[in-house]
């Protein structure tokens, strides 16, 4: 009776190690996704970033051409004084703002690159896991595990005379 009984036992080990796989499997899969992604997300983010800081350039190099034509316009030059130092102060705060809006990009891309960094090593120790090691015996240990639930079903049938002919 304990013969029959360790077949189904063993079958059942082996569906059990083979649907764990599977799903180690699919959420490997999924992890590596999210990480492209990820890193997807974070090329975006930059560009968007430079993207912001040229239309931040451009606003600026807009409101020193309006204070240069209200300046002309008054009959002030404004290539030096007040006109020139208003002007810098203007080129340099929107310089600010463009370098501000760059620098929000990258940290974000940062943020979106560290999280696929551990999604791929959440992946990575899932695969280890399942990763063959070897045993004593120079064997992959999974690959033993394996033939140990196949011989221990067959070897307890054959003890017991289910096998003879």
């Not at 490997?28 to 239309?55: I, K, Y």
């Not at 316009?73 to 463009?98: Q, Y």
């Amino acid at each position: 009776m304990g013969a029959v009984s360790a077949i189904p036992e063993s079958i059942s080990k082996s569906l059990a190690q083979s649907a764990r796989r599977e799903t180690a499997n699919f959420n490997m899969d999924e992890l590596r996704r999210s990480s492209a992604l990820e890193q997807a997300n974070a090329a975006f983010v930059e560009q968007a970033g430079a993207t912001q800081a040229g239309l931040a350039r451009m606003r600026g190099s807009a409101v020193q051409a309006q204070q240069r034509v209200a300046w002309a316009t008054a009959g002030i030059d404004t290539s030096t004084g007040t006109p020139a130092a208003v002007g810098e102060a203007s080129r340099l705060w929107s310089e600010l703002d463009a370098v501000t809006l760059q620098n929000n990009a990258r940290r974000a891309a940062m943020g979106h690159r560290e999280l696929s960094r551990r999604y791929d090593v959440e992946n990575e120790r899932i695969a280890a896991r399942w990763r063959p090691t070897n045993n004593l015996l120079g064997a992959p240990a999974e690959l033993e595990f394996e033939s140990d639930l196949a011989l221990s079903g067959l070897g307890a049938a054959l003890s017991a005379g289910l096998g003879a002919k």
